[in-house]
């Protein structure tokens, strides 16, 4: 093999995405152009000066990080390998609308994307036999500039896939493959690319082909696009389509893992199925389905749940009815918590859970509040009794933690979470690093926003969504207590904001207007930025740079959050509300007498959301002037912080071993081994 063929099979797996030694070596063979084109190995291999791959010693890297791949690949010491289980099938087929991969595969939007992409490398990285079915997302979800007014400017830009880690799907006779779902009064065709990461097959449906109507080829075209029908036949896709793939393919998993609610009809289509080949009336197949399906749900919010109209559903279920051999009344009651209401809307979240054998929320509180949300499905039960649990978030650690930071870790950020130790930090060296990123964190922000600011100076950031119920603009809300915190002659603080709102959320794009609008102002110019176009590659900025990591969510709106995991896990000090996942991580510093950041609101249910508001911002300003601020610079004489360092250490220390995605893959493997094939539940 020639090394441009050896680069094109490291580029082609995406691995890369986490093996810091093969970024490297991309990075390498032009740094300004592996930067110009978004860290793209194979966009990056398509533009390359052909001389650059003549260079001393390139040869022999390049041989010994294909060689490694081969190794990771064959997973001989990886964890589950290690169990011995029989691993002839995958174990489970894990379906999500978005998954956050890489920066260059734009097929996510946030949070949830950026779990699910998680999971499929914590997944690959212990061996466990999994498969996933996504979508392929063409213009992706938009891409975030800023226009003249200050406000979010959105472009589109499809994703050529001759750049992408991408491979067609064929039939054995090397014709592609096609899966048709069923829209009404034709089917819908789909191609099926595969993009291998690491061990783990993800499958992406993709409607844009010749065969299909102009407006079906657009169908796929983006993610979270478009309006409710278009959203119901990209679901229609996801889970009939994708459940027709994996049999087309011959892939026959176990159980099957809804990751939140969009992909919910694969149910149906199970059920479809086994009436079909097992002849089961449609008790027993519902039933038989649900002992394969696990369902996890994402979000508190109500308006985050997807429902359909009657109209919709009937124009889109009719056929799929029909061909179910049951009345359409009978799938509209799977996804009513009262079938008896004909005016209740058909709720995914409801099918899924009906469809499911195990439900489960995303933290501790996130799993109480789920039970309340949803107790009406069991009129019967005690609130206690209602069976949702949660299985709490994690981070891929060597996705987020630098590859520095993380060999400070004693324990490589690959093996944490598998009972192997907790990390322990040495917090001098761990504050010089440090220091290193943030500047390079100022560097980044400089480059895009112009904004100066400074390089030894308390950086708080605050990057998410902007989705009201986060509060983007709590600690905006007092200009005067801002202008002092900001502008401190000896202790200055710099605050740097990034995230997109959805393009259709009025109140969301407000609250970016404002952060743009008071950071042109002079007072604050230099110390409060928006940087435009958070992605995963600013976020990995962001969460190494960062001094304080600052969520400040109503409570208890905040499933989980993951960033402040990825932030702890590089040292970065979280400024919380108590909500999600920084609940159960107080709690668990608490316990051991550990300090990993500060706490806001201490799980106060307001009675009002202003007042709520009000005083989450008076005690939020208290932390941030009096401890923070000072915890920061009270320097030993060699320059270094020594409380904030031993925070710092304490925070990996307590955060890592458990909010990491391989406990996660690990606590969700119990209940894709629980799936059973019995076909009729006793009783
Ligand atoms: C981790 C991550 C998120 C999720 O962050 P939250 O804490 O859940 O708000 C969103 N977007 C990107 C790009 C991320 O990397």
Not at 177 to 203: C, E, K, T, Y
Not at 489 to 506: I, M, S
Not at 533 to 551: E, I, P, T
Request: hydrophobic share 40%; charged share 30%.
């Amino acid at each position: 093999m020639t090394v441009q063929e050896q680069l094109e099979d490291l580029a082609l797996n995406l691995r890369w995405a986490w093996d810091a030694p093969t970024r490297d070596l991309f990075m390498d063979l032009d740094p300004a152009l592996w930067r110009r084109l978004g860290q793209n190995p194979r966009a990056l291999l398509r533009r390359l000066d052909p001389a650059r791959l003549e260079e001393d010693g390139l040869a022999g890297r390049v041989a010994e990080r294909l060689e490694n791949l081969r190794a990771y690949l064959r997973a001989e010491d990886a964890w589950y390998t290690a169990r011995d289980e029989p691993a002839d099938r995958p174990l489970t087929a894990y379906f999500s609308a978005e998954f956050g991969l890489t920066e260059c595969l734009r097929i996510y939007a946030g949070g949830l994307g950026v779990l699910a992409g998680d999971h499929l490398k914590s997944a690959s990285d212990l061996g466990v036999p999994l498969v996933a079915m996504g979508i392929f997302y063409r213009e992706g979800y938009f891409q975030q500039g800023l226009g003249a007014d200050g406000g979010q400017a959105e472009s589109f830009e499809p994703m050529d896939f001759d750049d992408l880690p991408a491979r067609e799907v064929e039939r054995p006779d090397g014709s592609p493959l096609r899966v048709a779902a069923p829209l009404p009064g034709r089917p819908v065709m789909l191609r099926v690319w595969r993009v291998d990461v690491g061990r783990i097959p993800l499958f992406l449906l993709d409607a844009d082909v010749p065969e299909n109507r102009t407006e079906d080829r657009a169908l796929t075209a983006r993610l979270y696009g478009g309006d409710d029908e278009t959203r119901i036949a990209q679901e229609i896709i996801l889970g009939i389509g994708g459940y027709r793939a994996l049999r087309e393919m011959g892939v026959e998993p176990r159980s099957f893992h809804m990751n939140e609610g969009h992909s919910a009809f694969l149910g149906l289509d199970l059920v479809r199925d086994l009436m079909e080949s097992e002849a089961l009336d449609l008790e027993a197949a519902i039933e038989a389905a649900r002992r394969r399906c696990v369902f996890t749900t994402h979000t508190p919010v109500p308006a985050g749940h997807d429902r359909f109209s009657d109209e919709l559903m009937e124009l889109y279920f009719t056929g799929i009815a029909r061909s179910m051999g049951v009345p359409l009344e009978t799938i509209l009651d799977l996804g009513r918590e009262d079938p008896e209401d004909e005016d209740e809307p058909f709720t995914m979240t409801v099918l899924a859970i009906k469809l499911a054998h195990q439900v489960n929320g995303v933290s501790r509180l996130h799993g109480a509040v789920s039970r309340e949300m949803w107790q009406p499905l069991w009129p019967e039960l005690d609130l206690d009794e209602v069976p949702i649990d949660h299985i709490t978030n994690g981070v891929h650690l060597p996705s987020w933690v630098d590859a520095r930071i993380g060999a400070l870790y004693g324990t490589p950020p690959m093996r944490v979470g598998l009972d192997e130790g907790a990390p322990a930090p040495d917090a001098g060296s761990l504050w010089r690093l440090h220091e290193e990123l943030r500047g390079r964190l100022v560097e980044t922000i400089r480059e895009r926003t112009g904004a100066r600011f400074g390089k030894d100076i308390l950086t708080i950031a605050f990057a998410r969504r902007f989705a009201t119920y986060k509060r983007a603009t709590l600690l905006l809300g007092d200009i005067e207590r801002l202008e002092a915190l900001v502008t401190d002659r000896d202790r200055p603080v710099q605050l740097v904001f990034a995230g997109k709102a959805h393009p259709r959320d009025v109140d969301g794009k407000a609250l970016i207007r404002r952060v743009t609008e008071l950071s042109g102002t002079p007072a604050l110019r230099d110390r409060i930025v928006f940087v435009p176009g958070y992605d995963m590659h600013l976020a990995r900025r962001l969460v190494q740079g960062a001094d304080v990591w600052l969520n400040n969510p109503r409570r208890p709106l905040e499933a989980s959050g993951t960033s402040g995991m990825k932030a702890a896990a590089n040292g970065v000090l979280n400024v919380s509300i108590l909500d999600g996942w920084w609940e159960e991580a107080w709690e668990r510093a608490e316990e051991t007498g550990a300090a990993i950041g500060w706490a806001v609101g201490h799980g106060r249910e307001p009675i009002d959301e202003e007042e709520g508001d009000r005083a989450d911002r008076r005690d939020l300003y208290r932390m941030l002037e009096g401890e923070v601020v000072r915890t920061f610079y009270d320097r030993g004489a060699d320059g270094v912080p020594v409380t904030w360092a031993a925070m710092m250490a304490d925070a990996i220390r307590i955060v890592a071993p458990f909010f990491n995605t391989n406990r996660m893959v690990r606590d969700y493997l119990e209940r894709y081994e629980t799936a059973t094939e019995t076909r009729v539940r006793t009783g």
